[in-house]
């Protein structure tokens, strides 16, 4: 099944309601960037979206072997560097896994974590359509 998302941009700042269908979230720039700052910018939604990847799949492989873990957290930030070829993305990682694990076991889990569906999308060539125009509809 494809994935889906359909956003409306709101006229305050750079407000966008983006949804699936089923759950809504906001969207905005910084104010440095003329935002409100009222919602993730999408740089911390691609990120928001790989974080929870690598957590979900920690717990995943932990619930799957039976090992009991507390709190699973996450921290990731980015820096990008400007190249003669576009933008190179840094994307630092920390995750943090509480619970009476071995270094193997905590080892297997980081691993994972780096093998997650997000991560592998991100790491694979991308084909991104141009936009198409549409006619907004008058009501």
Same mark, same amino acid.
């Given at each position: +099944?494809? *994935?889906?998302? $359909?956003?409306?941009?709101?006229?305050?700042?750079?407000?966008?309601?983006? *949804?699936?269908?089923?759950?809504?979230? #906001?969207?905005?720039?910084?104010?440095?960037?003329?935002?409100?700052?009222?919602?993730?910018?999408? %740089?911390? @939604?691609? /990120?928001?979206?790989?974080? +929870? !990847? $690598? #957590?979900? %799949?920690?717990?995943?492989?932990?619930? $799957?072997?039976?090992?009991?873990?507390?709190?699973?957290?996450?921290?990731?930030?980015?820096? #990008?560097?400007?190249?003669?070829?576009? /933008? %190179?993305?840094?994307?630092? #990682?920390? &995750? %943090? &896994?509480?619970?009476? @694990? *071995?270094?193997?076991?905590?080892?297997?889990?980081?691993?994972?974590?780096?093998? !997650?569906?997000?991560?592998?999308?991100?790491?694979?060539?991308?084909?991104?359509?141009?936009? &198409?125009?549409?006619?907004?509809?008058?009501?």
């Amino acid at each position: +099944m494809a *994935t889906e998302i $359909k956003i409306k941009n709101l006229p305050e700042g750079f407000q966008s309601i983006i *949804t699936n269908g089923k759950h809504s979230i #906001v969207g905005d720039e910084p104010i440095h960037s003329k935002g409100t700052d009222l919602g993730l910018a999408p %740089t911390e @939604l691609v /990120l928001a979206g790989l974080a +929870m !990847c $690598k #957590v979900a %799949t920690v717990r995943h492989i932990a619930r $799957k072997k039976g090992w009991e873990i507390g709190n699973v957290e996450g921290a990731l930030s980015q820096k #990008v560097r400007r190249t003669e070829n576009g /933008l %190179t993305p840094n994307i630092s #990682v920390d &995750i %943090t &896994i509480e619970g009476d @694990l *071995t270094d193997e076991q905590r080892a297997e889990l980081l691993y994972e974590s780096d093998h !997650c569906y997000i991560h592998r999308l991100l790491q694979s060539d991308w084909n991104i359509e141009s936009a &198409i125009k549409q006619e907004a509809e008058l009501v």
